[in-house]
């Protein structure tokens, strides 16, 4: 797999030596090399290779539009004088 697409704070399944554990990936270093947090607590392995990585999700959240709330919500102050 490339590490092109990964980015801090992704999750990340990991092989090594026939292993697997997921991580959260700290950080990638300029030689390709992840910086991991593995998820389980029985893991050792801080570090992995790009042909190491199983599989990949990216940590996206919904954009949101700032100042604007759904058009179903009440607004507070309207509650409270009502």
Known sequence: MRTRGIEPGDLVLVNKR???????VRSIDRDGKLRLDPLERNVSYREATAREIADHWRHAGRPREEGRQPPEQLDLNEWITA
């Open 18 to 24: 026939g292993r697997l554990f997921h991580a959260k």
